[in-house]
Protein backbone atom coordinates (compact mmCIF):
# COMPACT_ATOMS: atom_id res chain seq x y z
CA UNK A 1 0.00 0.00 0.00
CA UNK A 2 2.81 2.59 0.83
CA UNK A 3 4.56 1.61 -2.03
CA UNK A 4 1.63 2.40 -3.93
CA UNK A 5 1.16 5.92 -2.45
CA UNK A 6 4.88 6.44 -2.75
CA UNK A 7 4.71 6.04 -6.38
CA UNK A 8 1.10 8.09 -7.05
CA UNK A 9 2.79 10.62 -4.88
CA UNK A 10 6.10 10.84 -6.76
CA UNK A 11 4.70 10.79 -10.13
CA UNK A 12 2.46 13.62 -9.21
CA UNK A 13 4.99 15.58 -7.27
CA UNK A 14 7.55 15.15 -10.51
CA UNK A 15 4.86 16.97 -12.57
CA UNK A 16 4.33 19.47 -9.85
CA UNK A 17 7.63 20.52 -9.23
CA UNK A 18 7.94 21.09 -13.17
CA UNK A 19 4.68 22.88 -13.26
CA UNK A 20 5.84 25.06 -10.57
CA UNK A 21 8.92 26.28 -12.17
CA UNK A 22 6.85 26.82 -15.23
CA UNK A 23 4.83 28.85 -13.18
CA UNK A 24 6.89 31.07 -11.74
CA UNK A 25 8.71 32.01 -15.44
CA UNK A 26 4.78 32.73 -16.03
CA UNK A 27 4.62 34.86 -12.58
CA UNK A 28 7.91 36.34 -13.63
CA UNK A 29 6.51 37.26 -17.95
CA UNK A 30 3.53 39.16 -16.47
CA UNK A 31 4.75 41.21 -13.18
CA UNK A 32 7.69 42.25 -15.79
CA UNK A 33 5.06 42.57 -18.71
CA UNK A 34 2.10 44.55 -16.93
CA UNK A 35 2.13 47.64 -14.78
CA UNK A 36 1.30 46.76 -10.97
CA UNK A 37 -2.09 48.11 -10.94
CA UNK A 38 -2.51 45.93 -14.24
CA UNK A 39 -1.40 42.76 -12.05
CA UNK A 40 -3.58 44.13 -9.81
CA UNK A 41 -6.51 43.64 -12.34
CA UNK A 42 -5.22 40.42 -13.16
CA UNK A 43 -4.83 38.98 -9.97
CA UNK A 44 -8.63 40.53 -9.15
CA UNK A 45 -10.23 38.69 -11.95
CA UNK A 46 -8.60 35.21 -10.85
CA UNK A 47 -9.22 35.43 -7.24
CA UNK A 48 -12.63 36.53 -8.32
CA UNK A 49 -13.27 33.60 -10.96
CA UNK A 50 -11.53 31.43 -8.26
CA UNK A 51 -14.84 31.59 -5.42
CA UNK A 52 -16.83 30.44 -8.41
CA UNK A 53 -15.03 27.90 -9.53
CA UNK A 54 -15.32 26.65 -5.96
CA UNK A 55 -18.17 26.79 -5.87
CA UNK A 56 -18.89 24.77 -9.03
CA UNK A 57 -16.65 22.08 -7.74
CA UNK A 58 -18.14 21.30 -4.80
CA UNK A 59 -15.66 19.30 -3.80
CA UNK A 60 -16.27 16.46 -5.98
CA UNK A 61 -12.85 15.73 -6.72
CA UNK A 62 -11.92 13.87 -3.75
CA UNK A 63 -15.42 12.86 -3.46
CA UNK A 64 -15.27 10.83 -6.50
CA UNK A 65 -11.65 9.62 -5.07
CA UNK A 66 -13.32 8.33 -2.46
CA UNK A 67 -16.57 6.38 -4.27
CA UNK A 68 -14.66 4.48 -6.39
CA UNK A 69 -12.34 3.83 -4.02
CA UNK A 70 -15.47 2.43 -2.26
CA UNK A 71 -17.25 0.78 -5.57
CA UNK A 72 -14.61 -0.06 -8.41
CA UNK A 73 -16.98 -2.06 -9.78
CA UNK A 74 -19.55 0.96 -10.72
CA UNK A 75 -16.51 3.81 -11.79
CA UNK A 76 -18.36 4.55 -15.48
CA UNK A 77 -21.48 4.63 -13.75
CA UNK A 78 -19.95 7.27 -10.75
CA UNK A 79 -17.61 9.07 -13.54
CA UNK A 80 -20.72 9.95 -16.34
CA UNK A 81 -22.71 11.36 -13.74
CA UNK A 82 -19.76 13.12 -11.88
CA UNK A 83 -19.25 14.61 -15.04
CA UNK A 84 -22.68 15.56 -15.97
CA UNK A 85 -23.46 17.43 -12.77
CA UNK A 86 -19.92 19.20 -12.95
CA UNK A 87 -21.15 20.99 -16.86
CA UNK A 88 -24.31 21.82 -15.80
CA UNK A 89 -22.81 23.44 -12.62
CA UNK A 90 -20.04 24.58 -15.07
CA UNK A 91 -22.41 26.17 -17.51
CA UNK A 92 -24.36 28.16 -14.40
CA UNK A 93 -21.57 29.44 -12.81
CA UNK A 94 -20.53 30.93 -15.95
CA UNK A 95 -23.83 32.95 -16.21
CA UNK A 96 -23.54 34.05 -12.35
CA UNK A 97 -20.03 35.44 -12.04
CA UNK A 98 -20.73 37.73 -14.74
CA UNK A 99 -23.94 38.64 -13.99
CA UNK A 100 -22.84 39.50 -10.06
CA UNK A 101 -19.73 41.72 -11.92
CA UNK A 102 -22.31 43.70 -13.22
CA UNK A 103 -22.93 44.80 -9.92
CA UNK A 104 -19.53 45.12 -8.08
CA UNK A 105 -17.98 48.43 -8.09
CA UNK A 106 -14.04 47.42 -9.18
CA UNK A 107 -15.66 44.69 -11.67
CA UNK A 108 -18.36 46.59 -14.19
CA UNK A 109 -15.44 47.70 -16.35
CA UNK A 110 -15.50 46.31 -20.16
CA UNK A 111 -12.03 44.54 -19.39
CA UNK A 112 -13.07 42.95 -16.46
CA UNK A 113 -16.31 41.30 -17.41
CA UNK A 114 -15.25 40.32 -20.50
CA UNK A 115 -11.46 38.11 -18.67
CA UNK A 116 -14.39 36.63 -16.19
CA UNK A 117 -16.56 35.57 -19.19
CA UNK A 118 -13.50 33.73 -20.84
CA UNK A 119 -12.24 32.13 -17.47
CA UNK A 120 -15.28 30.45 -16.70
CA UNK A 121 -15.05 28.83 -19.97
CA UNK A 122 -11.87 27.58 -18.57
CA UNK A 123 -13.88 26.78 -15.55
CA UNK A 124 -16.05 24.46 -17.34
CA UNK A 125 -13.28 22.82 -19.57
CA UNK A 126 -11.06 22.30 -15.54
CA UNK A 127 -14.10 20.80 -14.04
CA UNK A 128 -14.56 18.39 -16.61
CA UNK A 129 -10.82 17.39 -16.71
CA UNK A 130 -10.78 16.94 -13.13
CA UNK A 131 -13.57 14.63 -13.13
CA UNK A 132 -11.24 12.43 -15.45
CA UNK A 133 -8.51 13.17 -13.29
CA UNK A 134 -10.47 11.87 -10.20
CA UNK A 135 -11.06 8.71 -11.84
CA UNK A 136 -7.03 8.08 -12.65
CA UNK A 137 -6.42 9.05 -8.88
CA UNK A 138 -8.64 6.52 -7.34
CA UNK A 139 -7.08 3.92 -9.45
CA UNK A 140 -3.57 5.28 -9.04
CA UNK A 141 -2.60 6.06 -12.66
CA UNK A 142 -1.29 9.30 -12.32
CA UNK A 143 1.59 8.75 -14.26
CA UNK A 144 -0.05 10.16 -18.12
CA UNK A 145 -1.87 13.15 -16.19
CA UNK A 146 1.33 14.06 -14.68
CA UNK A 147 2.68 14.67 -18.34
CA UNK A 148 -0.23 16.34 -19.85
CA UNK A 149 -0.38 18.92 -16.76
CA UNK A 150 3.40 19.79 -18.02
CA UNK A 151 2.37 19.81 -21.71
CA UNK A 152 -0.69 22.06 -20.58
CA UNK A 153 1.83 24.54 -18.88
CA UNK A 154 4.63 24.78 -21.46
CA UNK A 155 1.72 25.97 -23.93
CA UNK A 156 0.22 28.24 -21.48
CA UNK A 157 3.97 29.53 -21.12
CA UNK A 158 4.81 29.69 -24.78
CA UNK A 159 1.42 31.48 -25.61
CA UNK A 160 1.77 34.28 -22.87
CA UNK A 161 5.43 34.82 -23.67
CA UNK A 162 4.30 34.86 -27.56
CA UNK A 163 2.39 38.07 -26.67
CA UNK A 164 4.32 40.00 -24.41
CA UNK A 165 6.97 39.77 -26.51
CA UNK A 166 6.50 38.95 -30.02
CA UNK A 167 2.85 40.30 -30.71
CA UNK A 168 2.59 42.56 -28.56
CA UNK A 169 5.41 43.96 -26.75
CA UNK A 170 5.58 46.09 -23.48
CA UNK A 171 6.53 49.39 -25.72
CA UNK A 172 2.78 48.84 -27.05
CA UNK A 173 1.13 48.94 -23.62
CA UNK A 174 3.09 51.87 -22.26
CA UNK A 175 2.11 53.99 -25.12
CA UNK A 176 -1.19 52.60 -26.38
CA UNK A 177 -4.16 50.50 -25.23
CA UNK A 178 -3.42 47.32 -23.48
CA UNK A 179 -6.92 46.03 -23.97
CA UNK A 180 -6.08 43.06 -26.86
CA UNK A 181 -2.76 41.48 -24.85
CA UNK A 182 -4.78 41.16 -21.50
CA UNK A 183 -7.99 39.68 -22.97
CA UNK A 184 -5.71 36.84 -25.37
CA UNK A 185 -3.25 36.09 -21.78
CA UNK A 186 -6.80 35.25 -20.53
CA UNK A 187 -7.80 33.10 -23.54
CA UNK A 188 -4.46 30.93 -23.47
CA UNK A 189 -5.79 29.87 -20.45
CA UNK A 190 -8.40 28.06 -21.91
CA UNK A 191 -6.40 26.58 -25.39
CA UNK A 192 -4.01 25.16 -22.89
CA UNK A 193 -6.69 23.56 -20.65
CA UNK A 194 -8.55 22.11 -23.42
CA UNK A 195 -5.73 20.10 -24.90
CA UNK A 196 -5.08 19.31 -21.59
CA UNK A 197 -8.60 17.68 -21.02
CA UNK A 198 -8.13 15.97 -24.48
CA UNK A 199 -4.83 14.40 -23.54
CA UNK A 200 -6.40 13.09 -20.56
CA UNK A 201 -9.60 12.05 -21.92
CA UNK A 202 -8.02 10.00 -24.25
CA UNK A 203 -5.90 8.03 -22.09
CA UNK A 204 -8.56 7.60 -19.45
CA UNK A 205 -10.36 5.71 -21.74
CA UNK A 206 -8.74 2.56 -21.29
CA UNK A 207 -9.90 2.61 -17.25
CA UNK A 208 -13.30 3.48 -18.37
CA UNK A 209 -15.47 4.21 -21.53
CA UNK A 210 -16.44 7.99 -20.86
CA UNK A 211 -19.96 9.30 -21.46
CA UNK A 212 -22.59 11.57 -19.94
CA UNK A 213 -25.35 9.98 -17.98
CA UNK A 214 -27.79 11.49 -15.53
CA UNK A 215 -29.59 9.24 -12.86
CA UNK A 216 -31.20 11.62 -11.09
CA UNK A 217 -30.67 8.80 -7.54
CA UNK A 218 -27.18 9.30 -7.82
CA UNK A 219 -27.21 12.73 -8.46
CA UNK A 220 -28.99 13.47 -5.38
CA UNK A 221 -26.66 11.13 -3.50
CA UNK A 222 -23.62 12.77 -4.70
CA UNK A 223 -24.83 16.31 -4.36
CA UNK A 224 -25.94 15.54 -0.76
CA UNK A 225 -22.65 13.80 0.81
CA UNK A 226 -20.29 16.50 -1.30
CA UNK A 227 -22.22 19.78 0.14
CA UNK A 228 -21.51 19.69 3.73
CA UNK A 229 -17.65 18.90 2.88
CA UNK A 230 -17.57 21.63 -0.23
CA UNK A 231 -19.41 24.32 1.97
CA UNK A 232 -16.80 23.23 4.73
CA UNK A 233 -14.12 23.55 2.44
CA UNK A 234 -15.18 26.51 0.75
CA UNK A 235 -15.27 28.20 4.31
CA UNK A 236 -11.82 27.03 5.51
CA UNK A 237 -10.16 28.59 2.15
CA UNK A 238 -12.56 31.35 0.41
CA UNK A 239 -10.51 34.14 3.28
CA UNK A 240 -7.35 33.11 0.94
CA UNK A 241 -9.57 34.81 -1.98
CA UNK A 242 -12.28 36.78 -0.29
CA UNK A 243 -9.60 39.47 1.15
CA UNK A 244 -8.89 40.18 -2.66
CA UNK A 245 -12.72 41.03 -3.28
CA UNK A 246 -13.26 43.23 0.31
CA UNK A 247 -9.86 45.01 -0.39
CA UNK A 248 -11.60 45.90 -4.42
CA UNK A 249 -14.61 47.29 -2.65
CA UNK A 250 -14.17 48.92 0.01
CA UNK A 251 -10.75 50.97 -1.24
CA UNK A 252 -10.53 53.62 -3.73
CA UNK A 253 -10.00 51.77 -7.17
CA UNK A 254 -6.17 53.62 -8.01
CA UNK A 255 -5.34 52.22 -4.17
CA UNK A 256 -6.96 48.97 -4.42
CA UNK A 257 -5.39 47.05 -7.56
CA UNK A 258 -2.14 48.10 -6.13
CA UNK A 259 -2.50 46.86 -2.96
CA UNK A 260 -4.03 43.16 -4.61
CA UNK A 261 -0.85 43.46 -6.85
CA UNK A 262 1.53 43.82 -4.08
CA UNK A 263 0.11 40.86 -1.81
CA UNK A 264 -0.99 38.71 -5.25
CA UNK A 265 2.70 38.27 -5.67
CA UNK A 266 3.45 36.18 -2.63
CA UNK A 267 0.11 34.49 -3.00
CA UNK A 268 0.99 33.11 -6.55
CA UNK A 269 4.08 31.74 -4.99
CA UNK A 270 2.11 30.34 -2.49
CA UNK A 271 -0.65 28.93 -4.48
CA UNK A 272 2.06 27.05 -6.84
CA UNK A 273 3.55 25.26 -3.32
CA UNK A 274 0.14 24.25 -1.81
CA UNK A 275 -1.16 22.50 -5.07
CA UNK A 276 1.93 20.43 -4.43
CA UNK A 277 1.67 19.48 -1.39
CA UNK A 278 -1.99 19.19 -1.28
CA UNK A 279 -1.31 16.02 -3.60
CA UNK A 280 0.44 14.05 -0.83
CA UNK A 281 -2.87 13.94 0.98
CA UNK A 282 -4.94 13.59 -1.99
CA UNK A 283 -2.96 10.71 -2.57
CA UNK A 284 -3.35 8.99 0.53
CA UNK A 285 -7.47 9.87 1.03
CA UNK A 286 -8.13 6.31 -0.67
CA UNK A 287 -5.62 4.85 1.80
CA UNK A 288 -7.33 6.97 4.63
CA UNK A 289 -11.17 5.79 3.12
CA UNK A 290 -9.81 2.18 2.85
CA UNK A 291 -8.23 2.13 6.33
CA UNK A 292 -11.34 3.51 8.35
CA UNK A 293 -13.70 1.64 6.21
CA UNK A 294 -11.74 -1.72 7.29
CA UNK A 295 -11.79 -0.04 10.89
CA UNK A 296 -8.10 -0.39 10.74
CA UNK A 297 -6.78 2.05 13.51
CA UNK A 298 -3.31 1.25 13.94
CA UNK A 299 -2.68 1.46 9.72
CA UNK A 300 -4.75 5.07 9.80
CA UNK A 301 -2.36 6.13 12.90
CA UNK A 302 0.88 5.22 11.29
CA UNK A 303 -0.60 7.14 8.14
CA UNK A 304 -1.54 10.39 9.93
CA UNK A 305 1.75 10.19 12.15
CA UNK A 306 3.90 9.86 8.55
CA UNK A 307 1.54 12.27 6.75
CA UNK A 308 2.17 14.90 9.98
CA UNK A 309 5.80 14.87 10.33
CA UNK A 310 6.04 14.75 6.09
CA UNK A 311 4.05 18.42 5.83
CA UNK A 312 5.45 19.92 9.41
CA UNK A 313 8.62 19.25 7.40
CA UNK A 314 8.00 20.67 4.26
CA UNK A 315 5.79 23.84 5.69
CA UNK A 316 8.68 24.14 8.19
CA UNK A 317 11.24 24.56 5.46
CA UNK A 318 8.81 26.66 2.97
CA UNK A 319 8.63 29.49 5.94
CA UNK A 320 12.02 29.50 6.79
CA UNK A 321 13.42 29.65 2.90
CA UNK A 322 11.30 31.96 1.21
CA UNK A 323 10.93 34.81 4.02
CA UNK A 324 15.22 34.29 4.07
CA UNK A 325 14.76 34.57 0.62
CA UNK A 326 12.03 37.24 -0.49
CA UNK A 327 13.60 40.39 -1.14
CA UNK A 328 15.73 38.35 -3.88
CA UNK A 329 12.96 36.42 -5.32
CA UNK A 330 11.35 39.23 -5.59
CA UNK A 331 13.72 41.40 -7.43
CA UNK A 332 14.59 38.47 -9.85
CA UNK A 333 10.58 37.53 -10.92
CA UNK A 334 9.07 40.78 -10.81
CA UNK A 335 10.00 44.71 -10.58
CA UNK A 336 11.45 47.04 -8.30
CA UNK A 337 8.17 48.57 -7.71
CA UNK A 338 6.92 45.39 -6.03
CA UNK A 339 9.76 47.14 -3.17
CA UNK A 340 8.69 50.60 -2.74
CA UNK A 341 7.43 52.40 -0.07
CA UNK A 342 4.53 54.32 -1.92
CA UNK A 343 2.42 52.68 0.25
CA UNK A 344 3.05 51.72 3.77
CA UNK A 345 3.33 48.11 2.75
CA UNK A 346 5.05 46.03 0.12
CA UNK A 347 5.57 42.76 -1.58
CA UNK A 348 8.24 42.01 0.78
CA UNK A 349 5.90 42.82 4.11
CA UNK A 350 3.24 40.48 2.72
CA UNK A 351 5.86 38.30 2.26
CA UNK A 352 6.24 37.15 6.07
CA UNK A 353 2.69 37.23 6.78
CA UNK A 354 1.28 35.11 3.78
CA UNK A 355 4.09 32.22 4.58
CA UNK A 356 2.82 32.31 8.32
CA UNK A 357 -0.39 31.28 6.85
CA UNK A 358 1.01 28.29 4.44
CA UNK A 359 2.70 27.19 7.41
CA UNK A 360 -0.58 26.60 9.33
CA UNK A 361 -2.50 25.37 6.19
CA UNK A 362 -0.10 22.63 5.28
CA UNK A 363 -0.09 20.91 8.71
CA UNK A 364 -3.93 21.41 8.85
CA UNK A 365 -4.40 19.21 5.57
CA UNK A 366 -3.88 16.48 7.56
CA UNK A 367 -6.69 16.72 9.86
CA UNK A 368 -8.99 17.50 6.96
CA UNK A 369 -8.93 14.37 5.08
CA UNK A 370 -9.30 12.69 8.23
CA UNK A 371 -12.95 14.42 8.08
CA UNK A 372 -13.04 13.40 4.85
CA UNK A 373 -12.22 9.53 5.06
CA UNK A 374 -14.04 9.20 8.37
CA UNK A 375 -17.06 11.01 6.89
CA UNK A 376 -17.37 13.82 9.10
CA UNK A 377 -18.93 16.13 7.53
CA UNK A 378 -21.06 18.01 9.78
CA UNK A 379 -18.51 18.24 12.15
CA UNK A 380 -15.68 19.96 9.80
CA UNK A 381 -18.63 22.33 8.67
CA UNK A 382 -19.57 23.55 12.00
CA UNK A 383 -15.71 24.75 12.55
CA UNK A 384 -15.16 26.14 9.65
CA UNK A 385 -18.45 28.41 9.60
CA UNK A 386 -17.59 29.20 13.23
CA UNK A 387 -13.87 30.30 11.67
CA UNK A 388 -15.13 31.77 8.51
CA UNK A 389 -17.25 34.62 10.90
CA UNK A 390 -14.50 35.15 12.76
CA UNK A 391 -12.53 35.94 9.69
CA UNK A 392 -15.13 37.96 7.64
CA UNK A 393 -16.06 40.32 10.61
CA UNK A 394 -12.26 41.70 11.51
CA UNK A 395 -12.00 42.01 7.53
CA UNK A 396 -14.66 44.30 7.31
CA UNK A 397 -13.27 45.90 10.75
CA UNK A 398 -9.54 46.42 10.28
CA UNK A 399 -9.15 46.65 5.64
CA UNK A 400 -10.80 50.08 5.87
CA UNK A 401 -8.07 51.61 8.58
CA UNK A 402 -5.41 48.98 7.79
CA UNK A 403 -5.33 47.87 4.56
CA UNK A 404 -4.39 43.98 3.01
CA UNK A 405 -1.24 43.62 5.66
CA UNK A 406 -4.15 43.34 8.74
CA UNK A 407 -6.76 41.61 6.35
CA UNK A 408 -3.69 38.89 6.41
CA UNK A 409 -2.67 39.11 9.87
CA UNK A 410 -6.63 38.43 10.74
CA UNK A 411 -6.35 35.19 7.98
CA UNK A 412 -3.12 33.92 9.86
CA UNK A 413 -5.57 34.36 13.10
CA UNK A 414 -8.24 31.99 11.38
CA UNK A 415 -5.84 29.75 10.17
CA UNK A 416 -4.38 29.15 13.44
CA UNK A 417 -8.06 28.92 15.17
CA UNK A 418 -9.03 26.11 12.30
CA UNK A 419 -6.04 23.56 12.98
CA UNK A 420 -6.72 23.70 16.61
CA UNK A 421 -9.70 23.32 16.42
CA UNK A 422 -9.74 20.35 13.45
CA UNK A 423 -7.23 18.79 15.95
CA UNK A 424 -9.57 18.73 18.72
CA UNK A 425 -12.51 17.62 16.01
CA UNK A 426 -10.54 14.40 15.18
CA UNK A 427 -9.58 13.36 18.44
CA UNK A 428 -12.38 10.74 18.91
CA UNK A 429 -12.11 9.94 15.10
CA UNK A 430 -8.51 8.39 15.19
CA UNK A 431 -5.58 8.28 17.85
CA UNK A 432 -3.41 10.88 17.27
CA UNK A 433 -0.78 12.53 19.13
CA UNK A 434 1.83 15.36 18.24
CA UNK A 435 5.22 14.20 18.18
CA UNK A 436 6.55 16.20 20.42
CA UNK A 437 10.40 15.41 19.97
CA UNK A 438 10.35 15.70 15.93
CA UNK A 439 8.67 19.16 16.66
CA UNK A 440 11.28 20.76 18.75
CA UNK A 441 14.04 19.28 16.66
CA UNK A 442 12.50 21.02 13.75
CA UNK A 443 11.57 24.67 15.91
CA UNK A 444 15.57 24.13 17.27
CA UNK A 445 17.16 23.47 14.03
CA UNK A 446 14.91 26.23 12.08
CA UNK A 447 15.36 29.10 14.41
CA UNK A 448 19.26 29.00 14.10
CA UNK A 449 18.82 28.98 10.57
CA UNK A 450 16.66 32.14 10.63
CA UNK A 451 19.12 33.69 12.78
CA UNK A 452 22.13 32.91 11.39
CA UNK A 453 20.57 33.62 7.48
CA UNK A 454 19.44 36.68 8.34
CA UNK A 455 22.96 37.37 9.80
CA UNK A 456 24.56 36.51 6.69
CA UNK A 457 22.51 37.89 4.14
CA UNK A 458 22.39 41.49 5.52
CA UNK A 459 26.13 41.54 5.65
CA UNK A 460 27.56 39.76 3.34
CA UNK A 461 26.64 41.03 -0.31
CA UNK A 462 28.25 40.63 -3.77
CA UNK A 463 25.15 41.24 -5.90
CA UNK A 464 22.13 39.54 -6.30
CA UNK A 465 22.29 36.80 -8.79
CA UNK A 466 25.60 35.47 -6.92
CA UNK A 467 24.07 36.18 -3.47
CA UNK A 468 21.04 34.26 -4.44
CA UNK A 469 22.69 31.65 -6.50
CA UNK A 470 25.80 31.33 -3.85
CA UNK A 471 24.03 31.02 -0.47
CA UNK A 472 20.08 29.18 -1.87
CA UNK A 473 23.16 26.62 -2.61
CA UNK A 474 24.50 26.52 0.77
CA UNK A 475 21.45 26.91 2.46
CA UNK A 476 19.86 23.55 0.88
CA UNK A 477 23.68 21.89 1.63
CA UNK A 478 23.63 22.78 5.49
CA UNK A 479 19.41 21.08 5.27
CA UNK A 480 20.42 18.13 3.45
CA UNK A 481 22.85 17.12 6.49
CA UNK A 482 20.45 18.37 8.83
CA UNK A 483 17.80 15.98 6.93
CA UNK A 484 20.50 12.51 6.59
CA UNK A 485 21.85 12.62 9.94
CA UNK A 486 19.64 13.99 12.00
CA UNK A 487 16.02 14.46 10.89
CA UNK A 488 15.57 10.92 10.06
CA UNK A 489 15.94 9.75 13.19
CA UNK A 490 12.72 11.62 14.08
CA UNK A 491 10.81 10.41 10.78
Given amino acids: MFKKIASNTISQIFSKVWTAIIAIFLIWILTKY ?7 TYSKVYNYVWIFVFLADLWLYAITIREITNNKEKSSFIVWNVMSLRLVLGILILF ?5 AFFLPGYNEKLIIISIFISSIFTILQLLNSSILALMQANMKVEYSAFTLIIWKLVNLFWVWSIAYIFYPKEFIQNSDYFSPFIYIMIV ?3 SVLINTIMNYFYARKIVKFSFSWDFEYIKYIFKISVPYWVALFLSVVYFKMDVIILSIMEPQNIADRNISLYSLPMKIVEVIMVIWGFYMTSILPSLTENFKKQNRQELSTLLDISFKVLFMFSSLV ?4 VLFRDYIIRII ?4 YLSKILPYNSSDAFLIVFAVVL ?6 VFIYTFVATERQNKLLK ?3 IVTIFNFIWNILLIPKFSFMWAWFVTLLSQILLLTLWYFGTKDLVKFSFPKKFILVNILFWTFMLVFWNYILSNFKISLYVDFLLYWTIF ?3 YLVFFFFIYKKYI
Avoid: C, P, R
Fill in 334 to 337: ATED
Fill in 34 to 40: LTVELYG
Fill in 476 to 478: WAI
Fill in 360 to 365: FYFISL
Fill in 383 to 385: INV
Fill in 189 to 191: WVI
Fill in 96 to 100: LSVWI
Fill in 319 to 322: FVLW
